[in-house]
Structure formats: C-alpha cells, structure tokens
C-alpha cells in the first residue's frame, strides 16, 4: 500500500497563520470525541492482572480505560514466531528477513490503573463456536486479520478454504476464508481498501471513482453471513480521487488535482471523504435486516516515517517504543480518526435499533507510540520491495509485535465474558 504524498501549496501568510489553527482545532475534536465515546472503549476491570485471573476477583473492582496508558517490557512475549505460525506474509515478516533489533517485540501496553489480560486462544475459540467474523478493508485489515490466526495457532491451526477467488484490479484476492472446522468458526478477509464502490479510472496515474455514497457489494452483499465485521481503513483515501455521490461528480481530493486530473472539479478535504466512505459503509450494515452482531470499527494507526516521506528517503529506525507525551498525534490521522468516530456517532442508533452492536477499537493513540515495530526495510530480502517502488515500510506492522495488542482488545470486546 502506498502512502501518497500531497504536493505543498505556495507559501502565503493566510496559510501560515490556518494551518496552526486547524491543528488546534483537530486536536480539540480528539479531546471531545474522548470524552463522547469513553464508554465505547474496550474496558477491564482494575484487579484483572493475568489471564488466569479468578473470575470472583474480577466482579468486585472497577474498570479502567483500556485506551490509555504506557508501553511496558515483558519477558513472556512474544505469543508466536514466524518457526510457529506459518501464515505470517514476507511483507510482515520482520524476523525472516532480519530486522535489526527484535526488542520491538518486547513490549507490553499497560494501560492506566490495570493491566490487560493475555490473549487466551482457547477461550476466544470457544466464544466463537458456530461463529463467522469478517476483516473488511485494506492491507492494514490484512495485518491484522494475519495477527488473530497467528494468535489462534497457538491451540489450533486453521485450515484456508479453497476456492477460485474474484481478483481485483490491484491483482488481490478479493475474499480469502479460514475455517476452524473443530470450532465451526469461520475468518474472512474482504479487500475493499475504499469501503465503497471504486473503479480504478486511470491505472497510469494510480487514479480512482469513489462513490461514497454507495457500500462496495463485494462485502456488502454478505453482510447477514456474519456475525462480527471489523472494519478500517483509511490510507487509500490519499490516492489521486474523484469522489461521486448521487452518480454524479462532488469533489475531488489534492492529489488528483496534483496529477493533472479533473482541474475544474472543487477539491475537497481527504477527511470528509473518509467520513462519508464510513459512514455509507455503516449504513449499508445498519439497513441489513438479517444482521444482529457486532461491528466494531478500528481507527487509523499512524505512520511513522521520518527524515523524508515514504518516496523521498524516509525510515523507521528507532528501536524503542515512544514515552507517553514524547509524539504528539499528527493533524492528519487526528482528522481521519476524528472523521471515523464521528461517523460511528452519526450512526449507531440506527445500526442499535436493527439489533446489531456498534463498538470502537481505538488503538490511534497507542501506536502511535510504536515506531520502532514497523517492517522498515526487512519486509523484504535485499534488493528488493514490498510493493512496486515502495521499498521502506513505516505503515504496516511486523509480526509478532505489537499489532497483537488490537487482538487482544478485541478479545476483551467479544469473547471475555464466555
């Protein structure tokens, strides 16, 4: 997946004295999206210290926001390697292929006032007995999906359904299943990187139609077959665009225009896009008759690029997690993660009073603390690339490490209590 980078405008004083007061103001909304959707967070109970943690314990303390808190060392992890789980891609594969320092795995998220239990592979199985989940988004989506069965290989190894996948124009299986056939339990993974109806218009300038008003039916179709989706996905947006709503032309973003493309069509801001992308996405859940579980929306983890961007030189060499407070939250992915939430606001009572269940994953700030757990370049042998041109990774995350985190929050959201 490829970061694009937005050309910069000409210096004015206008945009000089705008720029510091829509960071402000980004930053502002993050603190009140926190206090709204507190209660949508993940949450444990404070007496919680391990997994084998005795029930009776746990119903006499108080909860603790899992959302915040500090990154810790720990000698029990990491919960697999790339010898144990043998579905781990070469792009993620950071101890394959050499990655430096492997204190990246070395990490614990504590948050504050509690600690979080441990994975526990053989409840979350139980739980999802007779169960179907689907990871629905881009290669970050992927990342994630590739943690939980790696977590779950740990008890019992899954087995990939085979079928003759729909390829997309990226040259990506469109839909891949893993079965647990002892459990009944079914992963999906559903590429739609834009969430919506896309048609990729110019392969040569990398340009897109998205139609944010319109759900892609390549997931949206099976909506009633599962019974937990997991969306996210935001990176795509940044790619050259021409947005449509009502079949009829409503915008496009900055790197379109950079590219040439659409010159008479009003530019308009990447977030409002990605707000509109989920809520459409939302919405097409929440009008699914047949669909009574939980979504739960990921927000956008951030990169971690520095001393130039993904195309002009720029790394992800640090070898320790961030301190609480040491990186403050960039604008933009406090934009698309205030673009996100406000889309899982604007339609939660819809999706509750159909039955189903709207929940947060916030994991922005989190990893936002964790520049030292991206493939850099050891996604790849020497020489080589992980997509293209694209040689340095600062987006995705190595596995093991610390993307294991949202899976183990996702445990505590969906299968704790059984």
């Known amino acids: 997946m490829k970061p694009h980078k937005s050309s910069p405008s000409s210096p004015k004083r206008s945009a000089a004295i705008a720029t510091p007061i829509i960071v402000l103001l980004g930053l502002a909304l993050v603190s009140i999206y926190d206090i709204t959707f507190s209660n949508r967070y993940p949450r444990i109970d404070r007496a919680t210290t391990s997994s084998s943690a005795s029930p009776e314990a746990a119903n006499v303390t108080r909860a603790c926001d899992v959302a915040r808190g500090e990154w810790v060392p720990d000698t029990e992890a990491p919960y697999y390697t790339n010898l144990t789980c043998p579905y781990i891609d070469d792009h993620q594969n950071c101890m394959k292929f050499g990655k430096p320092s492997l204190e990246f795995m070395r990490w614990r998220w504590r948050p504050d006032g509690c600690d979080l239990p441990r994975f526990n592979a053989a409840r979350f199985l139980e739980a999802m007995r007779g169960k179907s989940m689907a990871f629905v988004g881009d290669s970050l989506a992927r990342n994630h999906f590739k943690s ?31 079965h647990y056939r002892n459990h009944g339990f079914t992963i999906s993974l559903l590429w739609s990187p834009f969430l ?3 048609n ?20 949206a179709a099976h909506i009633a077959d599962f019974d937990y989706i997991i969306l996210s996905g935001t990176n795509w947006f940044l790619r050259p665009s021409v947005y449509y709503e009502g079949g009829r032309v409503t915008g496009r973003n900055n790197a379109a225009g950079s590219s040439g ?21 939302l919405g097409a859940i929440s009008t699914s008759n047949d669909f009574r579980g939980k979504v739960v929306l990921r927000t956008v983890t951030p990169a971690h690029f520095e001393n130039g961007e993904w195309n002009t030189g720029g790394d992800c060499v640090r070898t320790r997690p961030f301190r609480r407070g040491e990186r403050a939250l960039g604008a933009v992915e406090a934009e698309y993660r205030g673009a996100q939430v406000d889309a899982l606001r604007e339609t939660e009572a819809a999706v509750r009073r159909n039955g ?63």
């Open 261 to 281: 493309a659409s010159p008479n069509v009003t530019e308009l801001p990447v977030p409002r896009a990605v707000h509109t992308a989920f809520r459409t996405a």
């Open 196 to 198: 919506v109806k896309a």
């Open 200 to 219: 990729q218009s110019n392969a040569t300038l990398g340009m897109w139609d998205l139609h944010l008003d319109t759900a892609d039916a390549r997931w």
């Open 356 to 418: 189903a269940e709207l929940l947060l994953l916030d994991i922005t700030e989190t990893m936002n603390m964790r520049p030292d757990a991206h493939p850099s370049r050891y996604g790849h042998p020497p020489g080589g690339s992980v997509e293209g041109s694209f040689v340095v990774d600062c987006l995705h995350w190595c596995l093991p490490g610390p993307i294991d985190l949202w899976n183990e929050l996702l445990f505590q959201m969906l299968a704790a209590n059984h």
């Open 148 to 178: 939980l069965i790696c977590l779950l290989s740990k008890e019992v190894q899954s087995v990939e359904v085979a079928t003759a996948p729909e390829i997309d124009v990226t040259g990506r299986a469109v839909r891949r299943d893993y």
